[in-house]
């Protein structure tokens, strides 16, 4: 084959991807940011241009600001904790433990279900006077507690049903590589006197630290994409205490209709995916140290 | 790690620990399945004399058109995986084997979509919807999710190790780039197209969000939004009825998952070290 045709063969065969990437990633992220400085368009009034006007409503929207924290306190209250008990269940489901097949099982399952399912099923849980946790507060002759309706409990509750369907999930990425982990280095360390939670801080947990970095892009990316169980179990409330970023973006965008104050929105949500991406890309040399 | 195993007292309070937390783990579920199989007015009487019953699932059924929701689903699950494998294979196959200007720059744009995935560019993408006037049908839900540059990413990966000796032997019998394609790439792939295939159904099934939006009437609608629009619309909150909705929904993708587990982790594990 001549240059050329190689050239072409190759641009032929990329664009029926490129197309639909450029149409349904590349347009829309650019559409977006275009969009932002435009009014919403109402009735007979079309959209004119209002330069930073929906910036600075954003600026001063308190229920943006509280979108944003609890977005951030959600994913600090979800993704250490997930990893760490992700990381438990692999050392446990790796070791010989009694049963671990019934514990693979059950740590794992909840991974498969859809969002929306845990959360039907999460809801139920939590109603008060009625749900299990209820049944089990109740028998104890705890006072009944209404954990998605009140301010303080309704985020922690939904923390709670997020750790539980993706600690699973990474866990099966902790337990791939603990698979791949030679034996010599448990027996060396051994010989040389290493204590077993010296080697497991010194040793297993170096080597872990590629997939720990793949797992908390992951995480991250999932704290700010992933917000079904919110439109099903607290539609952000009450009074906004549940409203994570995304969620603020669908109801401003798709029940107040404000499409340009939602594409304002929605920036802010790219910037922040783009610092990950960032992040992630600085310490992508570091991840082959290891390997 | 037999060197390190936990011994005497600690093996038995990590074993402990680990039942502990799989019990935790598993209670919520076990909670939805004995609502669904018993009558409502066992849901929280839990008692070894509670009658089984199929009851809930026949009401849940009849109460909307489930039928339909799977039918979408499954039309939609299809039709974007097969869309992917066509557009994937052919898009992996440039960037692994062909040399081209601006290769890498087009490769990183494709990457950009691992974080600016369609899911949170609802607001433009169902402007475009609405623009080309294809809102609320099952060919919208998917469109965005077709180009998956997860899945080119990962198919150049495998088509890279792919021995240059075989892609040469094929090209001096004759054969065109696609035919070197289909006989010498694709089968040497099946491990990958597997593991991505399961990770792509199991993604489509339980995508909500997006479906949500841009649907808007039960010939669309997609089965995770079918059961949120059944079990928020008034039934008088019948957990009973709602879990054996629930459970219904994800019976097919549980089921598969239970009699595949394997693959299944096996799958997810590949897609995801890559």
């Known amino acids: 084959?001549?240059?050329?045709?190689?050239?072409?063969?190759?641009?032929?065969?990329?664009?029926?991807?490129?197309?639909?990437l450029a149409l349904f990633t590349h347009y829309p992220a650019i559409a977006n940011l275009w969009h932002s400085f435009y009014s919403t368009p109402r009735g007979a009034r079309p959209a004119k241009f209002i330069g930073l006007d929906n910036y600075r409503a954003l600026v001063d929207d308190p229920i943006f600001w509280r979108a944003l924290s609890n977005n951030l306190w959600y994913a600090l209250g979800t993704i250490p904790l997930s990893?760490?008990?992700?990381?438990?269940?692999?050392?446990?489901?790796?070791?010989?433990?009694?049963?671990?097949?019934?514990?693979?099982?059950?740590?794992?399952?909840?991974?498969?279900l859809p969002m929306i399912a845990v959360a039907n099923i999460w809801l139920f849980f939590y109603t008060p006077g009625y749900g299990l946790l209820e049944q089990i507060t109740g028998f104890f002759g705890w006072p009944s507690h209404n954990w998605l309706g009140s301010q303080s409990t309704a985020l922690p509750a939904l923390m709670i049903v997020t750790i539980w369907k993706e600690a699973g999930f990474f866990m099966i990425f902790y337990l791939a590589a603990l698979q791949s982990m030679s034996p010599h280095l448990a027996e060396a360390a051994a010989i040389e006197g290493a204590s077993r939670s010296y080697f497991f801080r010194r040793v297993?947990?170096?080597?872990?630290?590629?997939?720990?970095?793949?797992?908390?892009?992951?995480?991250?990316?999932?704290?700010?994409?992933?917000?079904?169980h919110i439109v099903v179990m607290t539609r952000g409330g009450p009074d906004n205490a549940t409203a994570l970023l995304l969620y603020y973006i669908f109801e401003i965008g798709f029940r107040f209709w404000d499409s340009s104050y939602a594409a304002a929105l929605t920036m802010v949500l790219l910037v922040l995916l783009g610092a990950v991406a960032i992040v992630q890309f600085t310490f992508l040399e570091r991840r082959t140290f290891y390997q | 790690m037999s060197v390190y195993a936990p011994r005497g007292i600690t093996h038995s309070l990590e074993t402990l620990g680990a039942w502990v937390l799989g019990v935790l783990w598993v209670l919520p579920l076990v909670y939805a399945f004995w609502t669904a199989f018993h009558p409502p007015a066992y849901s929280t009487n839990f008692t070894l004399a509670a009658p089984l019953t199929l009851g809930n699932f026949v009401k849940a059924w009849q109460a909307a058109p489930f039928a339909?929701?799977?039918?979408?689903?499954?039309?939609?699950?299809?039709?974007?995986?097969?869309?992917?494998?066509?557009?994937?294979?052919?898009?992996?196959?440039?960037?692994?084997?062909?040399?081209?200007?601006?290769?890498?720059?087009?490769?990183?744009?494709?990457?950009?979509?691992?974080?600016?995935?369609?899911?949170?560019?609802?607001?433009?993408?169902?402007?475009?919807?609405?623009?080309?006037?294809?809102?609320?049908?099952?060919?919208?839900?998917?469109?965005?999710?077709?180009?998956?540059?997860?899945?080119?990413?990962?198919?150049?990966?495998?088509f890279k190790t792919v021995p240059r000796e075989l892609d040469e032997a094929a090209r001096v019998e004759g054969c065109s780039p696609l035919q070197t394609l289909w006989k010498v790439y694709v089968p040497l792939a099946r491990p990958t197209y597997i593991a991505y295939a399961l990770v792509s159904i199991s993604y489509h099934w339980n995508n909500f969000l997006w479906p949500l939006i841009i649907t808007n009437s039960v010939e669309s609608r997609p089965v995770t939004v079918g059961l949120q629009v059944f079990s928020a619309t008034d039934q008088g909150i019948d957990w009973?009825?709602?879990?054996?909705?629930?459970?219904?929904?994800?019976?097919?993708?549980?089921?598969?998952?239970?009699?595949?587990?394997?693959?299944?982790?096996?799958?997810?594990?590949?897609?995801?070290?890559?």
């Not at chain 2, 062909?98 to 369609?118: E, I, K, S």
């Open chain 1, 83 to 112: 990893i760490a008990l992700a990381l438990l269940m692999a050392v446990w489901v790796n070791g010989r433990l009694p049963g671990r097949g019934f514990l693979r099982l059950a740590y794992f399952t909840p991974t498969v």
């Open chain 1, 1 to 20: 084959m001549t240059r050329t045709r190689e050239w072409l063969y190759a641009w032929l065969l990329l664009l029926p991807a490129a197309t639909l």
């Open chain 2, 68 to 158: 339909r929701y799977f039918a979408n689903t499954v039309i939609l699950v299809t039709m974007v995986l097969a869309a992917q494998l066509v557009l994937v294979t052919l898009a992996a196959y440039a960037f692994a084997r062909f040399r081209f200007p601006g290769r890498d720059v087009v490769f990183a744009l494709v990457l950009v979509q691992l974080m600016v995935m369609p899911d949170v560019l609802i607001v433009e993408n169902y402007r475009t919807m609405t623009a080309l006037g294809i809102k609320d049908t099952i060919l919208s839900i998917g469109l965005p999710y077709m180009a998956s540059a997860f899945g080119i990413f990962l198919l150049r990966q495998t």
């Open chain 2, 240 to 274: 009973s009825i709602i879990s054996a909705a629930t459970l219904m929904t994800t019976g097919p993708l549980l089921i598969a998952f239970l009699l595949f587990q394997r693959q299944f982790v096996q799958s997810f594990i590949r897609a995801g070290i890559r």
């Open chain 1, 204 to 228: 297993t947990l170096p080597l872990l630290m590629p997939t720990t970095l793949f797992v908390l892009v992951n995480a991250v990316i999932n704290a700010f994409r992933l917000v079904d």
